[in-house]
């Protein structure tokens, strides 16, 4: 069966390999430049994280809805999360280094300066559309790890609220991404 347009997305559904090789070479590109934008400071990064991207979205194709986003932007989501993922996985390698192995160049800390401030811009991008006290709750709790318990004494809101709260705080980001992919 030769694979096009009009049904690369159904024969990656069954895992047709071929459906696979269609997608590297129609999107590869929007792809490759996806991550490259995320990780110009990690070129070594870069192709293991496509091929990450790759994996996912043969490995998710049942999640994708063409009747709410098409598939490019789909996979240039998917692309961009990964991208991002493997920027706090780098960071996190800078923070946990052995002092007598390491010997730690300016260019490192002005690397990882330079991925904090840009996974910091994507966060403020994300939950820009927050009200302020639903943003310091998903701060607390996703950027400073506290517990619910913590935030829930910090705040004197009761758990069942602060849950409401992220249920719905999460729902308006979503919506918020559904609407700018598709644009």
């Not at 280094?97 to 390491?102: G, K, L, R, T």
């Not at 950027?143 to 249920?167: A, F, H, P, Q």
Request: charged letters at 35%; hydrophobic letters at 35%.
């Amino acid at each position: 069966m030769k694979i096009g347009e009009y049904n690369y997305i159904r024969q990656l559904r069954r895992q047709d390999e071929k459906a696979l090789m269609y997608v590297i070479e129609t999107y590869g590109g929007l792809i490759k430049s996806v991550i490259r934008r995320h990780l110009f400071s990690l070129p070594h990064k870069q192709e293991e994280c496509f091929d990450d991207v790759l994996l996912k979205i043969w490995g998710h194709i049942s999640e994708f809805d063409e009747s709410r986003n098409s598939f490019s932007n789909w996979a240039a989501a998917i692309a961009r999360y990964r991208a991002i993922d493997y920027l706090r996985q780098f960071q996190k390698e800078l923070d946990v280094v052995n002092i007598e192995d390491a010997v730690i160049a300016r260019e490192d800390r002005m690397l990882s300066r330079m991925m904090e401030k840009e996974i910091s811009e994507e966060m403020e991008k994300m939950l820009k559309c927050l009200k302020p006290c639903d943003r310091e709750l998903f701060l607390k709790l996703y950027v400073e790890e506290k517990t619910m318990e913590e935030v829930s004494l910090e705040t004197g809101m009761e758990k069942d609220v602060i849950y409401n709260r992220l249920s719905r705080g999460k729902k308006k980001i979503r919506k918020q991404f559904s609407i700018q992919r598709s644009i």
